[in-house]
């Protein structure tokens, strides 16, 4: 906060004395289109976390407080079905920009999710709001930029019972890599460096006006230093003078909270996880999927000699209980697209013999992934017919995208056996991808796993109990290629970092294809996803130096939905292709969805190793010991 002229009661000369606000800063964040209490995969309510319930928790907060702010920090478009019924109903109202409207949002930042559909789509959603999207840092190509920053004129009680008006200054950045994830948005747009942006936005704002400034921060907390385009700056934002109170995003978690580290020994001065600070300035992180409201209570003064400035802070996360009821107007504002979803989820689209869940994804049984792999597989030989890749080998890699992790114990793959419908296919297949492939020699493809295979942590050998994964290494990079058979050596450190930075150390051992050793001057074609081929990220250095030779195509999902049409009964085995390098007298734990422990002796015979149930984790995980 900076000194600012004095607008209250100019002509009144009580407006020389000290003026004092309580204001109240209402935050979400990552709401990923969880407008509803419904859980559109399993195809029933859910009782934790939805707009709707924020809602009810946003209007006890103004009955509390009539000096309230309320602003969303990002990736609200894309998320559920009921994202892409609203993506395929083109312009008719879409339900959360409506929703967000009745709620009275005052801004929000834009996140990378929020491309997921294009950028008409996404502007198209903008046009509809009745408030600000902002991104200070994003240049688009032909198109009108959004808007950087905003300055609210909100006019507020004083401790005194009189009015005043306070100029809040709004900005909102988005990751610098939304570009690079996504080649087609490279072409349409560009998005500039955090910090160097507000740097040179920052006195525009002040200069507005603005009395206070908030920085809608799409970008995680992290305990190391920002360098030129980093990701997650939000510790470095708060530190810049102009900025008052930071709301962080992008990465799920929960601030004040517990925040996930790239190195649990190394701490980083400013991160102040119980008071909810961030370089000394209140900061919040809600979550995901309305998980939480964050709240940042400021007491303001002013004074005519140094204008306002904050005298004390408080900044805490509320979780969204099951106990808080969705509001009813959200819930009838979003009832035509919650039919028309349900509508589509219904369709039949095949039939299978064998329960599809990516429970055990991690120790090497995943028929979710195997139906991917099948799938792409499928597709892309079907597309080389007739070309000089013909008779090269197709392999096939995919990961999971529900194993877990911030998602909390329900974030699972699990479709019965029986019937498959639409649901059952976003369960399997989340994310908008789209199907390439690309060209990888047999060094390429070891390179190519041992990345996947840093998703494990460095195992002692002799010792019990060693945590197998890294948190900080998301599921969603654990790439799992059918038709090779390997072993994961747990005894050597990593190989790569989750940034993609190179250890020098190797863990995969005995890699072949149908029985034969991989050589390194090996050809193989692989089907992947577009995700894969992004300029940045664990796999970017070694898909750059590959030769794409079949372009980014149909999505993903309706790959895997022709082909279950074609084979209309599916039958999966799903025989791990690799295991982990035997390491007698050792064991490590994993966690896993308690609904998937009924597998768990099935799992253990398939994979060949022992496992032991050892009871629930305080985030309700199932903790199973697994011996080496």
């Known amino acids: 906060m900076r000194d600012a002229p004095d607008d209250i009661g100019e002509r009144d000369p009580q407006a020389l004395a000290v003026v004092s606000v309580n204001l109240r800063i209402l935050a979400t964040t990552d709401m990923h289109m969880k407008l509803l209490p419904h859980d559109y995969l399993a195809g029933r309510p859910c009782e934790r976390g939805s707009l709707a319930q924020i809602a009810s928790l946003v209007e006890r907060h103004r009955t509390e407080n009539p000096n309230t702010v309320l602003v969303d920090n990002g990736d609200f478009l894309q998320g559920t079905p009921l994202g892409e019924q609203a993506a395929r109903a083109g312009g008719k109202p879409h339900p959360a920009i409506a929703s967000m409207n009745l709620m009275g949002y005052d801004a929000a930042a834009i996140g990378n999710h929020d491309f997921a559909f294009g950028i008409e789509a996404l502007q198209a959603a903008a046009r509809q709001a009745r408030f600000p999207f902002l991104a200070a840092n994003l240049r688009l190509r032909g198109r009108s930029d959004f808007r950087g920053f905003t300055i609210l004129e909100k006019t507020v009680l004083t401790d005194s019972g009189r009015q005043a008006v306070l100029r809040i200054g709004i900005v909102g950045f988005l990751p610098p890599q939304t570009t690079a994830w996504d080649s087609d948005l490279s072409r349409q747009m560009a998005c500039d460096d955090i910090m160097a942006t507000a740097a040179r936005i920052l006195p525009r704002i002040w200069a507005a ?351 895997i939905r022709n082909y279950l049409r074609q084979r209309r009964r599916l039958s999966l085995d799903a025989a791990p292709g690799w295991r982990f390098q035997p390491m007698p007298g050792t064991s490590t734990l994993f966690e896993t969805g308690p609904q998937g422990l009924s597998l768990l002796p099935q799992v253990a015979e398939r994979c060949g190793l022992r496992m032991e149930h050892l009871g629930q984790t305080d985030q309700d995980f199932a903790l199973v010991r697994l011996h080496l």
Request: charged residues 20%; contains cysteine.
């Open 209 to 559: 006006g603005a009395d206070l400034v908030i920085a809608l921060a799409h970008s995680g907390i992290s305990d190391r230093p920002a360098t030129g385009g980093a990701e997650n700056v939000a510790v470095d934002l708060a530190a810049l003078d102009g900025i008052d109170v930071v709301v962080a995003g992008h990465t799920h978690e929960v601030f004040p909270g517990r925040i996930a580290v790239t190195d649990p020994r190394r701490g980083r001065a400013g991160i102040d996880t119980a008071g909810g600070r961030l370089a000394g300035k209140p900061a919040v992180m809600p979550g995901f999927c309305g998980s939480h409201l964050g709240v940042v209570d400021l007491s303001l003064i002013h004074d005519p000699q140094n204008g306002w400035r904050v005298a004390e802070a408080v900044a805490r996360c509320e979780t969204v209980g099951v106990d808080l009821p969705p509001a009813p107007a959200i819930l009838r504002s979003v009832a035509p697209a919650h039919r028309q979803t349900l509508s589509h989820l219904r369709r039949r689209i095949g039939h299978s013999d064998d329960r599809i869940s990516s429970y055990f994804a991690l120790v090497g049984f995943d028929p979710a992934l195997r139906l991917v792999n099948m799938a792409q597989r499928w597709f892309v030989r079907k597309s080389l017919v007739g070309t000089r890749l013909a008779g090269v080998p197709v392999l096939s890699a995919a990961a999971p995208f529900r194993a877990g992790g911030r998602g909390g114990p329900q974030h699972y793959t699990d479709v019965a056996p029986g019937r498959l419908r639409l649901a059952n296919l976003t369960d399997i297949y989340s994310f908008p991808n789209r199907i390439c492939a690309l060209t990888l020699t047999g060094a390429d493809l070891r390179d190519w796993l041992e990345r996947s295979a840093s998703l494990f942590r460095q195992i002692r050998p002799g010792l019990p109990d060693q945590p197998l994964t890294d948190p900080g290494f998301p599921a969603y990079q654990f790439d799992v290629i059918q038709d090779v058979n390997w072993r994961i050596d747990l005894s050597r450190p990593p190989g790569y970092g989750p940034d993609g930075s190179r250890t020098g150390s190797s863990r995969v051992r005995d890699l072949s294809w149908r029985g034969a050793p991989v050589r390194a001057e090996d050809r193989f074609v692989l089907a992947t996803n577009s995700y894969r081929l992004a300029a940045c990220g664990l796999f970017a250095p070694l898909t750059a130096g590959t030769t794409v030779v079949l372009e980014p195509g149909p999505q993903t999902r309706d790959v």
